[in-house]
């Protein structure tokens, strides 16, 4: 596959997918996320380490993080990776940290479950164009191929638990 189609698949630029390559620029989550549809790929593949054990414990300083605060494409928007997935393992985990205004770039649709926690702050889903204000306390479902989207309204972090299943990102 060349440059430019992977970059025409994944609606970003050859210009920016050479950066990405070369270090000088980090991909927000929804680019990462098409780069990798485009490439037929999960995140996780590009971000799991070669040797599983059956079980994972993560102290907060082993946790890497995807996405970026500032990145084009998903303002805002962090995933703090809890359970890597690994080869052999059905689900992977986040703690997704939104600030406030951030946002996804439009609609993510691939195939799989995510299941969620809002531990603090707002979370503004929108599954299949219908729009859902969650807040602390509230948890969540849906089908991962159904159109979603999701943005921080509040004025304060978001934070939540998520998981997805089989691992995506």
Not at 27 to 34: A, C
Not at 45 to 72: C, F, N, Y
Request: aromatic fraction near 6%; glycine fraction near 8%.
């Amino acid at each position: 596959m060349r440059l430019k189609d992977v970059a025409d698949s994944a609606s970003c630029s050859e210009s920016m997918l050479s950066k990405i390559e070369n270090e000088r620029a980090i991909p927000s989550l929804t680019t990462l996320h098409r780069l990798c549809k485009a490439l037929n790929l999960s995140v996780s593949t590009l971000l799991s380490s070669d040797v599983a054990e059956p079980w994972t414990i993560m102290r907060p300083e082993q946790r890497r993080t995807i996405g970026h605060s500032k990145a084009a494409g998903s303002e805002g928007v962090l995933a703090e990776i809890l359970v890597p997935s690994a080869e052999g393992r059905l689900l992977e985990g986040f703690l997704v940290v939104i600030e406030p205004g951030g946002h996804t770039n439009g609609t993510l649709q691939h195939k799989g479950e995510e299941v969620g926690f809002i531990v603090e702050g707002q979370l503004e889903l929108t599954i299949n164009n219908e729009k859902h204000l969650l807040r602390a306390g509230d948890s969540f479902y849906f089908p991962s191929e159904l159109p979603h989207a999701y943005c921080n309204p509040g004025k304060t972090q978001m934070r939540a638990v998520w998981i997805n299943t089989p691992p995506t990102f």
